[in-house]
Nanobody, 119 residues
């Protein structure tokens, strides 16, 4: 089992940047593919970005491609989401999640961190 704790959320103006972090504890972090998701008020949770176990392969939702970057540091048991050129529609609670079998099914979730982008 792995425990995930997100941090780095906050209030930022449109066009600004934030970097989210997700610290993992428990089982070996490098065994998990990792993902970021978000949920805006009144909307369903949606996929944002994904990174494989080694960090060599990433994937993004079309809505964030070119603006967000996912990365990981397996030595620090941490996955990051660098968010640039933020828009008001990026406002949401952001969650990190761990995929044990790298099959696209996320087994463990963090508690989320709020990101609010003002116009």
């Amino acid at each position: 089992q792995v425990q995930l704790v997100e941090s780095g959320g906050g209030l930022v103006q449109a066009g600004g940047s934030l970097r989210l972090s997700c610290a993992a504890s428990g089982r070996t972090f490098s065994r998990y593919a990792m993902g970021w998701f978000r949920q805006a008020p009144g909307k369903e949770r949606e996929f944002v970005a994904r990174i494989n176990r080694s960090g060599s392969v990433t994937a993004y939702a079309d809505s964030v491609k070119g603006r967000f970057t996912i990365s990981r540091d397996n030595a620090k048991n941490t996955v990051y989401l660098q968010m640039n050129s933020l828009k008001p529609e990026d406002t949401a609670v952001y969650y990190c999640a761990a995929d044990d079998l790298a099959d696209g099914i996320y087994d463990y979730w963090g508690q989320g961190t709020q990101v609010t982008v003002s116009s």
